[in-house]
Each structure stands twice: as structure tokens, then as C-alpha cells.
């Protein structure tokens, strides 16, 4: 007797189950087409209602591009429309914008499309002057004073072309952190041509604009990120300034696309005007342009000719105007406190916190490059004698501090020197350490008045220092102390 072989007879049963069983699938249950896809999403779009599952189906017929350019458009067209009906604006944009990009050839639909998009939008005749500044106060919900911010608008000149020069300047006092940020911008349509920005903890970033493109480069990059875009293009470090030319009115609405250098990326910004509010804030009380933005900003812009920002929220800090002032390039800044004056040389910014008490202030001092750490500390003369009797003495105990916190404190070979500061003597020392493996090199000044005593400081990259020490000179020499 034969024995048939169990296992082929296994198998055989098996793959006739499977056969059995494929013929008794749903058609849908095989590879869908891209034009199936696409009717799918259509109706759980516009009959069902289900624009997330409409959106999930559409993103699969763009990824299967390759086999159906046509359809692959009408699925991404359909997913900014699918991101209006959800009220999501900026994404909705960004959704129009790939069809206008990637489909050109599709011109119905990238027609379609950029009727969807915001169109550029109308920039109303500069408000400001010529070396114009607004200065601001940042605080916490809590009224603590954390950091100044400084825009400045000038005119410029670049290979021979009008410009306008936009300036900001950022100090926050918690940590210590500086940023500084230039933008130049053509004089008649303001469309930016370069820009740099940098950082103490974020770093550097630079971008170049031309012809509907965008280079940017990152300081810890080798290669730059090349951006480009259909639309109209604008800095965010001139952000603020384009705010201020935007023809608002109640309801108001547009969607500015903003290259982040720092993020190497394109944003669209969606924002809106709901209402007119009246605020006062240390310059005086103003009708305001309530400004917000998709990205959890608003902006109180005046309602009159100078269309001033007034105040600011974002990220849990409000900053309110606390001065309004035109500065050329020349203008030295005149810095007076209770214990003591100073003349800062141009370009060169103060920030003391109005919150600290009287005899215990610090005032942060900013370069024009934001890159040094300079502060005047000054306080009560009889505190600081109660523990030293001599202003050399008070310095040689701060310097021993500093030896115990910092194992690469290397004091300079001339060590302790006196030097004139203002009409009174007072004592110097420089010394070197390591900071994240960067070489860094401090000056340390401190001087007694008649009743009050102050510590200068000045700290910057080792390589950068020494050229920054003149300008430290003249804050010395004009600094007089109370």
C-alpha cells in the first residue's frame, strides 16, 4: 500500500485555502489606484465629513506622485481645502503652496490654488525717521524686569542702493543672554536683501535674498540651506517693522511667509486684527492695533502716524515701550543711576532693572555686536567697607572667588594695577579661563566714591576682547561714581 505524503497534501490544501480565499476579498482590499484613492478621499471629505481621514487618504495619493502626477495634485489641492474647512490658515497655505511649486504644469489647479494663497500683502509708507529706536522693557506676568529690546531703522546705503538698515538689539538679565540682529531691506518695496543674526546660546545665522530664493547659512554648518518660495519674502528679524507698514483695521487678516535663518526654514505667518484696544504703558496711553499671530504672538501697534509697537507678548513675556528716541550713528547714550553716571560710547545700550531696589543695582551694558558681558555694579560704599577696608582688598577677595569657582582662572602676570576711573582711582586686574572649552578673558574694575562702591566688569571671547577694550576705556573714563 502507498502512503500519499502528508505534507504536500498540507501544503496543496493550504494554497487552495488562499486561493479561496483572495477570490473572496472585497475588491478594495487590493492596491487602490491613485484615482480610487482619490474618490475615497473625496468622499469621506465632502460626504462623510471626515477631513482627517480625507487628509490621511490624500497624503497617500501625493506619496504615490510617480504613478499619477494629476491625481497627486488634485490630492494635495484638496488637502488645503481640507485645511480651511478646519480653520487651520498657515497649514492651509503651505498645502496651496506645494501645488504651486511642485505641479507647475497642472495650471488649472495652480490657479486654483493661488487664489487660495494671501496675496502680497499692501506695505503703507514708513512710519519712522531716520535712526529711529523704540526701546522696551521685558517682564514676567510676575512685574519682574527681565531684559531690554532695542529696534532701530535707518538709511543706509549698499552697492549703491537705498536701503534701510533694521537693527535689534536683546539682553535678558536671568541668564545672561545677548542677541543682536541686522536686516537690510530695499528703501521702496522693503524686500530684504541680506541678513545676520546671532545668538550667545542659540549661535549665528546668516541669509542672502535673491530672485525668489533664500541662502542661509548656519555658523556649525558647512553647507548652506538653500529656501525657495512663489511668494513674497521677509525676514523675520524685520518682522516688527513690516507689523508697522501693514494697512490694519479691525478684522484685518493676511499671512506673511517669514524665513527663521536661525531655523533655516519658511514659515507662514497668519495673523489678525480682532480689535482696537487703548493701553498705557511708560511712554504714554495709545489707541492700539491689537496684531495676533497664528504663532501665539500679539503686537499692540499704535493707530497713528508713528504706528509705534507699544507693547509685545510672547513666550511669557510681556515688553512694554519704555523710550521713543532718533539716534545717529554718532549718539552717545548718557547713563545716569543713584550711585553713579556714565557716557556709553555709540551703538552701545544700558538696562537696569527698575524692579531691583536702589542700593543694590546692576546695570547690564550692551556692545553693538551683543557679544561682550559688561555690567556696572554698584551699591551702598558702608556694606562693602564693613568687610574691606580697601577697594584693592575688596578686589583680591572677588578675584578669590572667582580662583575657587573656575579651575582655569589664570590671573595676568601684572596682576592687580591701579587705574583712574573718571576723577577717582580705583584697581584693575585681567585674567583668562575656560568657558564650554572657549578660551574667555575677563577685566574686573572697582572703585569707592564718596558713598557708593561699584565693580565694572567686561568679559568676551579671548579673541575678541582686546578690541573691544578701548570703547571699555571710555566707559571708564566718563564713569562717575557717587
Known amino acids: 500500500m502507498r502512503f500519499c505524503n502528508l505534507t504536500l497534501l498540507r501544503t496543496g490544501v493550504a494554497l487552495m485555502l488562499v486561493a479561496v480565499c483572495t477570490l473572496l476579498l472585497p475588491p478594495n482590499a487590493t492596491a487602490q489606484s491613485p484615482s480610487e484613492l482619490l474618490e475615497k478621499g473625496i468622499y469621506a471629505e465632502e460626504t462623510v465629513g471626515d477631513l482627517a481621514e480625507a487628509i490621511r487618504v490624500y497624503q497617500q495619493v501625493v506619496t504615490a506622485a510617480n504613478e499619477s502626477r494629476t491625481a497627486a495634485a488634485q490630492a494635495q489641492y484638496r488637502i488645503g481645502l481640507c485645511y480651511e474647512k478646519q480653520g487651520k490658515s498657515a497649514e492651509a497655505a503651505k498645502a496651496f503652496q506645494v501645488v504651486v511649486d511642485e505641479y507647475p504644469t ?10 487660495h494663497l494671501p496675496s502680497e500683502p499692501e506695505l503703507l509708507p514708513v512710519p519712522w525717521g531716520d535712526g529711529d529706536e523704540l526701546v522696551f522693557e521685558m517682564k514676567l506676568q510676575t512685574g519682574l524686569g527681565v531684559g531690554m529690546q532695542v529696534y532701530r531703522v535707518a538709511k ?3 552697492d549703491g542702493r537705498d536701503v534701510w538698515e533694521c537693527q535689534n538689539w536683546q539682553i535678558v538679565t536671568i541668564n545672561g543672554q545677548r542677541g543682536k540682529s ?3 531691506a530695499d528703501a521702496e518695496t522693503f524686500a530684504p536683501i541680506e541678513s545676520t543674526w546671532m545668538h550667545t546660546m542659540l549661535g549665528k545665522a546668516s541669509a542672502k535674498y535673491q530672485d525668489n530664493q533664500v541662502t542661509v547659512q548656519l555658523a556649525n554648518k558647512d553647507e548652506p540651506v538653500v529656501l525657495k518660495s512663489s511668494e513674497p519674502m521677509f525676514d523675520n528679524e524685520q518682522a516688527a517693522e513690516v507689523f508697522r507698514r501693514l494697512p490694519l483695521k479691525e478684522n484685518y487678516e493676511t499671512t506673511l511667509h517669514v524665513i527663521s535663518s536661525l531655523g533655516a526654514t519658511e514659515v507662514p505667518i497668519a495673523l489678525s486684527v480682532p480689535k482696537m484696544e487703548t493701553i498705557e504703558v511708560p511712554v504714554g496711553k495709545f489707541e492700539c492695533f491689537v496684531v495676533k499671530l497664528e504663532i501665539g504672538q500679539t503686537f499692540w501697534i499704535s493707530n497713528d502716524e508713528h504706528r509705534y509697537i507699544v507693547r509685545f507678548q510672547a513666550g511669557g513675556v510681556t515688553a512694554d515701550l519704555t523710550e521713543v528716541r532718533n539716534l545717529q550713528e554718532a549718539t552717545r547714550t548718557s547713563v545716569e543711576r543713584k550711585r553713579f553716571t556714565a557716557e556709553l ?5 544700558a538696562y537696569t532693572p527698575e524692579d531691583l531696589g536702589d542700593d543694590n543695582k546692576s546695570t547690564q551694558i550692551i ?8 555690567r556696572i555694579e554698584a551699591g551702598p560704599l ?6 574691606h577696608k580697601t577697594v584693592r582688598e575688596w578686589l583680591e577677595t572677588s578675584l578669590g572667588e572667582y580662583r575657587k569657582r573656575i579651575s582655569s582662572f589664570e ?13 577717582r582711582e580705583g584697581v584693575v586686574a585681567v585674567f583668562e579661563y575656560f568657558e564650554n572649552n572657549k578660551p574667555k578673558k575677563a577685566r574686573r574694575v572697582a572703585v569707592f566714591g564718596d558713598d557708593s562702591a561699584v565693580n565694572v566688569r567686561f568679559t568676551a571671547d579671548k ?4 578690541a573691544l577694550q578701548p570703547s571699555c576705556d571710555e566707559i571708564l573714563a566718563s564713569l562717575d561714581v557717587k
Open 345 to 349: 560710547p555709540p551703538n552701545w545700550f
Open 411 to 423: 590671573l595676568s602676570d601684572e596682576g592687580i594695577q591701579t587705574i583712574q576711573v573718571g576723577d
Open 382 to 387: 558702608n556694606e562693602i567697607r564693613s568687610k
Open 182 to 184: 541686522r536686516v537690510v
Open 367 to 374: 556692545d553693538p555686536n551683543a557679544t561682550m558681558d559688561a
Open 106 to 115: 497642472e495650471t488649472d489647479l495652480v490657479a486654483q490654488a493661488k487664489a
Open 463 to 466: 579673541d575678541i576682547f582686546d
Open 156 to 158: 543706509s546705503k549698499m
